[in-house]
């Protein structure tokens, strides 16, 4: 576990401008998604496909992953969900697939669209 006042809230913003970036150029669409909750990071679409993404700088403790991967609870449709974080660990859980993202970044990882 990372000690929470060591991570910069900033760091996360920067990380989801990563992301977004690596995400238009392998040609997705990509838009913000809104539930009757909150947000959800991302919404990645190529053709009739999608899936749901939030990005975490690291999955700190209880409450970030609560956070991060209850951010999908709202959410009904099948298509993929994923939490990318700076975490080694695989905390993959309910479904939902978590990477680290420096392998989604370097193409060990990827994500698929359903």
Do not use: W
Request: aromatic letters at 14%; proline letters at 2%; hydrophobic letters at 40%.
């Amino acid at each position: 576990m990372v000690n929470t006042n060591l991570v910069n809230v900033e760091d996360t913003f920067f990380l989801e401008n990563i992301i977004y970036n690596e995400l238009v150029s392998r040609d997705y669409e990509v838009f913000v998604g809104k539930t009757y909750k909150g947000e959800i990071d991302f919404v990645v679409i190529s053709g009739k496909k999608k899936c749901f993404i939030q990005v975490a700088y690291y999955l700190s403790g209880n409450q970030t992953i609560e956070r991060e991967f209850g951010a999908f609870k709202p959410i009904s449709d099948a298509a993929p969900k994923y939490v990318l974080s700076m975490d080694k660990l695989d905390f993959s859980r309910d479904g939902i697939s978590h990477i680290n993202i420096v392998d989604f970044l370097l193409a060990k990882k990827d994500i698929n669209l359903t």
